[in-house]
């Protein structure tokens, strides 16, 4: 049953960005579509950054010690929260100097911060797989997928403007990674963002190494045909 879950969460979500890649496609035309699905592809390896391999490594530790769950989340979050913020504070001033109108660095922005903090519930789902609580992925994924298919479709049905439509998309995954964020706080009261300093923020990424580098050999192995493209 608990493969079902899963199974039924990954199908919900690539179900969920296939109908939004569709509605973009018919809304923004090809070359507005061209960027956006470039944007969307370099973020997902922005994204892979940000994560360092924290999917495996959380996943692996708190189902080997779940009374140590908040800790271990609230750690994982830490670096992940931090790494999105350096992304993020050199993404937007390279989108600045990109040779674009303003309207289509804005969307670019939106585009790529919307696949940033998508990944931030990508991690915490890790967590409802580790704790078991596979039913509580899906239901999750399940509405907020909806969410992100019903506000996409909104903005694109009536107004195909690059602008709205990023915007749109980034709600739409504020939303889901909030959804994640508050549903594990349920199950894990004490779990928050800790404050520490650098030198053990980098400690702690070091026992992450193994786990980050062979995410990042997978994903590369299964996006070498497109970014031969």
Known sequence: MNRLYVALSLFIRMSAGTAVSVLLARSLGPQNFGLATSVFA?????????????EAKTLRDIASAPQAGA??????????FLLCAIVILFGVPAVLILPFD??????????????????????????FRALGRFSTEARIAAWTSLVYVFVV???????QNLLLVALAVL???????????LGVRALIPNVAIERKSLRSLFVNMRSSVYCSAHSALGFFHSQVDIFRV
């Open 42 to 54: 370099y973020a997902s390896i922005a994204a892979l950054v940000t994560s360092f391999g924290y």
């Open 71 to 80: 800790s271990t989340l609230a750690a994982a979050l830490s670096v992940k």
């Open 102 to 127: 303003f309207t289509s660095k804005a969307a670019i922005i939106m585009f790529g911060a919307s696949t940033i903090i998508a990944s931030i519930g990508d991690l915490v789902f890790y967590a």
């Open 153 to 159: 479709g909104l903005i694109t049905a009536y107004d």
């Open 171 to 181: 709600v739409s995954r504020i939303v889901y990674a909030s959804a994640a964020l």
